[in-house]
């Protein structure tokens, strides 16, 4: 069974920097689409980046691009989110999610393995 496991969340304040990581066990990350999400309260859960390593590509949500990276390392098995210029609106449990389908997917239910989240909270 394929397991992602998130850590690295935290409080920080405005305009800081948190890379976040995710774990995988059970199989390599590689073939599958590995991706972050995040939920604020009261809110749905919303993509934030993916990753296609395999492919060498990477793709994102519209509100953090150009200020979070996605990146793997398959020999730690795991995906990374490093998160720069955060703001309060970055405020958010953030979860690690594969998917099985190759695709440069955005959609939360093409994710079948998903992570306990991790929670980032951002002061002003």
């Known amino acids: 069974q394929v397991q992602p496991v998130e850590s690295g969340g935290g409080l920080v304040q405005a305009g800081g920097s948190l890379r976040l990581s995710c774990a995988v066990s059970?199989?390599?990350?590689?073939?599958?689409?590995a991706g972050w999400f995040r939920q604020a309260p009261g809110k749905e859960r919303v993509f934030v980046a993916g990753?296609?390593?395999?492919?060498?590509?990477?793709y994102y949500g519209g509100s953090v691009e150009g200020r979070f990276t996605i990146s793997g390392d398959v020999a730690k098995n795991t995906v990374y989110l490093q998160m720069n210029s955060l703001k309060p609106e970055d405020t958010a449990v953030y979860y690690c999610?594969?998917?099985?389908?190759?695709?440069?997917?955005?959609?939360?239910?093409?994710?079948?393995?998903w992570g306990q989240g991790t929670q980032v909270t951002v002061s002003s």
């Open positions: 990753i296609m390593w395999s492919a060498g590509k990477t």
């Open positions: 999610a594969l998917a099985r389908i190759y695709i440069m997917t955005k959609n939360v239910a093409d994710f079948d393995f």
């Open positions: 059970g199989q390599t990350f590689a073939g599958y689409v």
